[in-house]
């Protein structure tokens, strides 16, 4: 599990984290999630595989979670984009399906998305559900000041 470090943070951030380690733990299929900011900064990430000695995880500066993060933060404002196009209000959520996995991002209510990796054989509707529910637990804690606490804590994980 790559996390910042719960010591010193408030009450609010230590329970998003706690939703998104469950959201790991609990859901099968789940490869690693990652909580990104409306301008592209990743907030929380959870990459159950970083610390397996048969795969490590050693691409972009944080592991898979920076990679998802980045790829979460590209498929957001492309599909906001094309919604805007197509007059389609705004995204909810967003799946891609590939050969070897798919990748889930759905929008949090102060514009921030919560990004999902998952295997290939992962029940679809079973990861968006939990999805569904980080997002309405975390919605209206994600505030202004936790999320600029979350960027420093995020800024201090080596």
Not at 79 to 84: C, F, K, R, V, Y
Not at 133 to 142: E, M, Q, S, Y
Request: glycine residues 10%.
């Amino acid at each position: 599990m790559t996390a910042p470090s719960t010591y010193g943070l408030s009450t609010q951030a230590r329970n998003l984290q706690w939703l998104l380690t469950d959201l790991v733990e609990e859901v099968p299929g789940v490869n690693s999630v990652a909580v990104v900011s409306s301008d592209g900064l990743l907030l929380l990430s959870s990459d159950p595989g970083a610390d397996s000695p048969k795969e490590p995880r050693t691409k972009g500066p944080r592991g898979a979670s920076a990679d998802l993060a980045t790829i979460v933060s590209g498929l957001g404002s492309l599909t906001t984009g094309a919604a805007a196009l197509m007059d389609g209000g705004s995204v909810k959520q967003t799946m891609v399906a590939m050969e070897h996995g798919s990748v889930f991002v759905m929008a949090i209510s102060d514009g921030s998305l919560l990004g999902v990796h998952a295997t290939p054989d992962c029940d679809m509707s079973v990861v968006a559900y939990h999805m569904a529910l980080f997002v309405g637990r975390a919605g209206h804690v994600l505030t202004p000041e936790v999320r600029s606490e979350l960027r420093q804590s995020m800024e201090k994980t080596p």
